[in-house]
């Protein structure tokens, strides 16, 4: 059974979302505080973490950004701020999706099984023991990724791209094509998650790496990994 922590200060919402993934046979432990929830995320194993934003002592972007600094797990942040910058603000500190109040019970399911099944089977493909490009390898047991020799920490969204790129290394891959490969789901706006998403991808790769992009960008069409 997957286990999720859910951090959320509102006790109404906390039950409500407690129930849903209960009943939906998920193991859930539920705290109040964003430092109770950092605490048992440094010393359990968790599937997922839900964590709200608007939380007391510490706010959740403070905590996802101290979240990022020792673990990768799968982290859908709970916004009621309908914002786009808002949005784009918490994927750049590395949540891997939001859902924002009022939320609809089934999207949350929705989203909670995308991640989870994105997390444990990348695109659904049978995994080689590894992939290389350049000075990148990738280690599909472990979902370990080294630049360099150096090992980098990726989200489980930033990690589906850079797999995907590097098992069709000539392909090109629309915004379109990249989110429905790793999702399994339809893209059904053109919004700016997608380009937030690379653009992560690419700073870490380039931090730690012997060149200065290894993702192109084909103007009008979408990207693939750069030629040589």
Do not use: W
């Not at 505080?33 to 002592?57: A, H, K, N, S």
């Not at 949540?95 to 989870?116: M, N, S």
């Not at 653009?199 to 290894?214: A, D, F």
């Amino acid at each position: 059974m997957q286990k999720i922590l859910l951090i959320e200060d509102d006790k109404e919402i906390n039950g409500l979302l407690c129930r849903i993934l209960e009943n939906n046979n998920y193991s859930v432990q539920s705290v109040f505080t964003g430092i109770e929830g950092l605490d048992l995320l440094r010393t359990e194993q968790f599937d997922m973490v839900l964590l709200d934003i608007m939380l007391p002592y510490k706010s959740g972007d403070e905590i996802l950004r101290e979240l990022r600094s020792f673990s990768n797990v799968p982290a859908i942040m709970i916004t009621a701020k309908d914002l786009t910058q808002t949005k784009v603000d918490l994927l750049r500190l590395g949540a891997d999706d939001y859902i924002t109040k009022p939320f609809d019970i089934d999207e949350v399911l929705a989203r909670v099984e995308a991640i989870l099944r994105r997390y444990n089977s990348p695109h659904g493909i049978a995994a080689a023991d590894s992939l290389s490009f350049q000075d990148i390898v990738m280690d599909c047991d472990s979902k370990r990724v080294t630049v360099s020799d150096k090992g980098i920490a990726l989200t489980i969204t930033e990690y589906s791209i850079l797999e995907l790129l590097m098992r069709n290394p000539s392909k090109i891959f629309s915004k379109r094509n990249l989110f429905e490969s790793i999702s399994g789901e339809e893209y059904l706006s053109d919004d700016n998650t997608m380009n937030v998403h690379i653009s992560n991808l690419r700073q870490k790769l380039r931090e730690v790496g012997k060149h200065e992009s290894y993702i192109e960008t084909v103007y009008g069409m979408g990207y693939r990994l750069q030629k040589s």
